[in-house]
Antibody, heavy 123, light 110 residues
Framework: QITLKESGPTLVKPTQTLTLTCTFSGFSLSTSGLGVGWIRQPPGKALEWLAL???????SYSPSLKSRLTITKDTSKNQVVLTMTNMDPVDTATYYC???????????????WGQGTLVTVSS | QSVLTQPPSVSAAPGQKVTISCSGSSSNIGNNYVSWYQQLPGTAPKLLIYDNDRRPSGIPDRFSGSKSGTSATLGITGLQTGDEADYYCGTWDSSLTAGVFGGGTKLTVL
């Protein structure tokens, strides 16, 4: 059974850097074809794709946020970390991590998802 | 403004059928695979359809997916009140080299 759980601060101040950790079980990111992605959802709004990292360290980022995002993996800890710099109140959202099983972003999907963590940006 | 366009809302009576459209372009839906997600109120999204039209184990065959050209469609038959949720389409955009989601569709079962 694959499970993922997001952790990190619930409140950050504007201009600060957000660091979120996705801790997973049931698979290894050293296994060919597997990946972990990050998706966010502002309150009452739609899902927004943020970033994706694969077993071979291939990384993809949302073009609109690329300059602010970094995704890394720690295979030994079964963790994926997302950092987002220069946080702004508009970045207030629930942040999800999710498992990508196929290894080809043109075909991949997210299943399952973590429960999500709400991050509020406010001074 | 989402890259993929979905109707904001759809509704139908219990037992009826509903379809939800997802419109894109040749850089996304036209040349890549589509997945669909169900988000019940207050919960994380759940995969309903992958590879345009395939259902994961445990997803009832009341849910179906299809793709034609630069559009995809989610179909739900035998509507139940428990199907009330937000539904999202997603795919890869080869021009953006990033994933994209639709703006979501709220399903109301009257």
């Amino acid at each position: 059974q694959i499970t993922l759980k997001e952790s990190g601060p619930t409140l950050v101040k504007p201009t600060q850097t957000l660091t979120l950790t996705c801790t997973f079980s049931g698979f290894s990111l050293s296994t060919s074809g597997l990946g972990v992605g990050w998706i966010r959802q502002p309150p009452g709004k739609a899902l927004e794709w943020l970033a994706l990292i694969y077993w071979d360290d291939d990384k993809s980022y949302s073009p609109s946020l690329k300059s602010r995002l970094t995704i890394t993996k720690d295979t030994s800890k079964n963790q994926v970390v997302l950092t987002m710099t220069n946080m702004d109140p508009v970045d207030t959202a629930t942040y999800y991590c999710a498992h990508s099983p196929f290894g080809d972003p043109a075909r991949d999907w997210f299943d399952p998802w973590g429960q999500g963590t709400l991050v509020t940006v406010s001074s | 403004q989402s890259v993929l366009t979905q109707p904001p809302s759809v509704s139908a009576a219990p037992g009826q059928k509903v379809t939800i459209s997802c419109s894109g372009s040749s850089s996304n839906i036209g040349n890549n695979y589509v997945s669909w997600y169900q988000q019940l109120p207050g919960t994380a999204p759940k995969l309903l359809i992958y590879d345009n039209d395939r259902r994961p184990s445990g997803i009832p065959d009341r849910f179906s997916g299809s793709k034609s050209g630069t559009s995809a469609t989610l179909g739900i038959t035998g509507l139940q009140t428990g199907d009330e949720a937000d539904y999202y389409c997603g795919t890869w955009d080869s021009s953006l080299t990033a994933g994209v989601f639709g703006g979501g569709t709220k399903l109301t079962v009257l």
